[in-house]
T-cell receptor, first 110, second 114 residues
Framework: GQSLEQPSEVTAVEGAIVQINCTYQTSGFYGLSWYQQHDGGAPTFLSYNGLDGLEETGRFSSFLSRSDSYGYLLLQELQMKDSASYFCAVRDGSFQKLVFGTGTRLLVSP | ETGVTQTPRHLVMGMTNKKSLKCEQHLGHNAMYWYKQSAKKPLELMFVYSLEERVENNSVPSRFSPECPNSSHLFLHLHTLQPEDSALYLC?????????????FGPGTRLTVL
C-alpha cells in the first residue's frame, strides 16, 4: 500500500521561508504532487516532481529525492494568503489514482 | 461556468433519505473522480471513471452509488447513509496522459447526515 507523512502544522511570519516535508512509502512511484487547500475551498494543484531535483514556480519550489522517498515544498516570501493546508500526493501506478498525505496546515502571521 | 462545478454545496439529510450529488466539468477531460474529505484525515479516493467507465472502486460501501452518464457529468447517489458519512465530498477531473496528470477539483459538497 501507499502511505505519506507530513507534519500536521507549521507556523511562520510574513516574508519568511518555510519548508513542508513529505516522506512516502509506495509500491510503485510515478511522481510527487503538491496541492493547496484554503479553508472551505477546493484543493488546487501547485507543483509536480517526476524526477529528482528542484522545480521552481514563482515563490513556490518543490524538491524530490526518489532514493530517499522524500520531497518538500518550499514557500518563499510568505504572504498571509499562503495560510492554507498543503497536501503531498503520489500517483499509484494503476491509472491516475492519487494517494494524498494527511496535509500540513500552514499558519502565516503578521 | 468554468472548471469543475458541484451541486449542492451543502446538504443535510436523514439516514433514511435518498439524495444525489452532481459534478460537472467544463475542461474537456476524460477522467473524473469522487473523493471524501473528513476532518483530520487525508483525502480518500472513492471512485474513478475513465471514458465513462468505472476503473476504480476503493472499497466504498454500497450505500454510495456513482453514475457517469458522459465524460462531463458525474453523480454520487446516496441512500441510507450513516452519521459517520458526514464529510466534504469532492469531485475532480483530469486528462489522462497529460504528463503530470493534474487533477482539478470542484468546491465540494458539505454533507451532514443526521
Amino acid at each position: 500500500g501507499q502511505s505519506l507523512e507530513q507534519p500536521s502544522e507549521v507556523t511562520a511570519v510574513e516574508g519568511a521561508i518555510v519548508q513542508i516535508n513529505c516522506t512516502y512509502q509506495t509500491s510503485g512511484f510515478y511522481g510527487l504532487s503538491w496541492y493547496q487547500q484554503h479553508d472551505g475551498g477546493a484543493p488546487t494543484f501547485l507543483s509536480y516532481n517526476g524526477l529528482d531535483g528542484l522545480e521552481e514556480t514563482g515563490r513556490f519550489s518543490s524538491f524530490l529525492s526518489r532514493s530517499d522517498s522524500y520531497g518538500y515544498l518550499l514557500l518563499q516570501e510568505l504572504q498571509m494568503k499562503d495560510s492554507a493546508s498543503y497536501f503531498c500526493a503520489v500517483r499509484d501506478g494503476s491509472f491516475q489514482k492519487l494517494v494524498f498525505g494527511t496535509g500540513t496546515r500552514l499558519l502565516v502571521s503578521p | 461556468e468554468t472548471g469543475v462545478t458541484q451541486t449542492p454545496r451543502h446538504l443535510v439529510m436523514g439516514m433514511t433519505n435518498k439524495k444525489s450529488l452532481k459534478c460537472e466539468q467544463h475542461l474537456g477531460h476524460n477522467a473524473m473522480y469522487w473523493y471524501k474529505q473528513s476532518a483530520k484525515k487525508p483525502l480518500e479516493l472513492m471512485f474513478v471513471y475513465s471514458l465513462e467507465e468505472r476503473v476504480e472502486n476503493n472499497s466504498v460501501p454500497s450505500r454510495f452509488s456513482p453514475e457517469c452518464p458522459n465524460s462531463s457529468h458525474l453523480f454520487l447517489h446516496l441512500h441510507t447513509l450513516q452519521p459517520e458519512d458526514s464529510a466534504l465530498y469532492l469531485c475532480a477531473s483530469s486528462q489522462s496522459g497529460g504528463g503530470t496528470d493534474t487533477q482539478y477539483f470542484g468546491p465540494g459538497t458539505r454533507l451532514t447526515v443526521l
